[in-house]
Nanobody
Framework: QVQLVESGGGAVRAGGSLTLSCVAS????????MKWFRQFPGKNLEGVAT???????KYAAAVKGRVTISRIDAQNTTTLHMNNLRPEDSATYIC???????????????RGQGTRVTVSS
């Protein structure tokens, strides 16, 4: 059974930092591109960052310079470190796995349930 379990969400003040983690099980982790999405209430998934099998990273313009995605294949773990958070970053952050190399941003094979981030002004 495939599971992607996110953790690390919470409530912070604007300018603060959070580190989100995603632990995958049931997949050969190193064969997957890993992604972080976010979802605002009533909206579609929005890409935040991706990290490919060779650790190549890409970031959405809205978060570039404030977010770092990383992966530890030996621990099946993907991390999203977020700095200088803004109220508009408040959303549910969702980890996802796409088989093989990273493709279109919102494409994925498996996803987690998400972790909530709330940023107050």
């Amino acid at each position: 059974q495939v599971q992607l379990v996110e953790s690390g969400g919470g409530a912070v003040r604007a300018g603060g930092s959070l580190t989100l983690s995603c632990v995958a099980s049931g997949i050969t982790y190193g064969r997957f591109c890993m992604k972080w999405f976010r979802q605002f209430p009533g909206k579609n998934l929005e890409g935040v960052a991706t990290i490919d099998r060779d650790a190549t990273t890409k970031y959405a313009a809205a978060v570039k310079g404030r977010v770092t995605i990383s992966r530890i294949d030996a621990q099946n773990t993907t991390t999203l470190h977020m700095n200088n958070l803004r109220p508009e970053d408040s959303a549910t952050y969702i980890c996802a796995a796409e088989f093989d190399w990273c493709g279109p941003t919102v494409q994925y094979m498996y996803r987690g349930q998400g972790t909530r981030v709330t940023v107050s002004s």
